[in-house]
């Protein structure tokens, strides 16, 4: 037996190697990267605000407009395209940083449990607490930051 079929890819490959489908199962659905975010200038640490981009269906956890996101809202961030090095903005439980930095993806990941719940039914996921942009004030962001994600900007702990 080959070791990729002994272990899963997102162990024996790296995020360059994926296929489109390995690449999207690795989304678990918590729809924090979709969320508006404020950039510490000195500390360059990343703060989480509760307010979802205008396309996040926030009760389902997806982008309405995946497919051409990028598009339809300028500071939206292909994953993809970015070098990897700067995922340190990313939450800690987000595969594609925890995949980068040589981490296990969680237990409760779809890919590790099944269940394609995963992050709503670990309740990591910006269902019911996030807000539209429509009932936030864009200009004043910084009355929104949230502690319930982690402010980003450190490398995570391996063994996390």
């Not at 309405?64 to 800690?92: G, K």
């Not at 980068?100 to 969680?106: F, I, S, W």
């Not at 099944?114 to 807000?131: E, F, M, T, W």
Request: contains cysteine; negative net charge.
């Amino acid at each position: 037996m080959s070791i990729s079929e002994e272990e899963p890819f997102w162990s024996t490959k790296g995020l360059d190697e994926l296929s489109t489908a390995e690449w999207e199962s690795l989304c678990d659905g918590c729809a924090k990267c979709c969320l508006h975010k404020l950039e510490d200038e000195d500390s360059r640490v990343v703060h989480y605000t509760r307010v979802a981009c205008r396309l996040l269906d926030i009760e389902r956890g997806r982008c309405t407009d995946y497919a051409d996101r990028t598009r339809q809202v300028s500071d939206c961030v292909n994953l993809r395209e970015l070098d990897f090095a700067l995922f340190v903005w990313l939450p800690e439980t987000c595969a594609y940083r925890r995949v980068h930095e040589g981490r296990p993806l969680p237990d409760w990941h779809p890919l590790i449990s099944g269940d394609s719940s995963g992050a709503q039914a670990q309740l990591d996921s910006v269902r019911n607490l996030a807000i539209p942009e429509s009932a936030a004030d864009l200009d004043n962001l910084e009355e929104e930051i949230i502690q319930w994600i982690s402010p980003a900007g450190q490398k995570a702990d391996p063994q996390a």
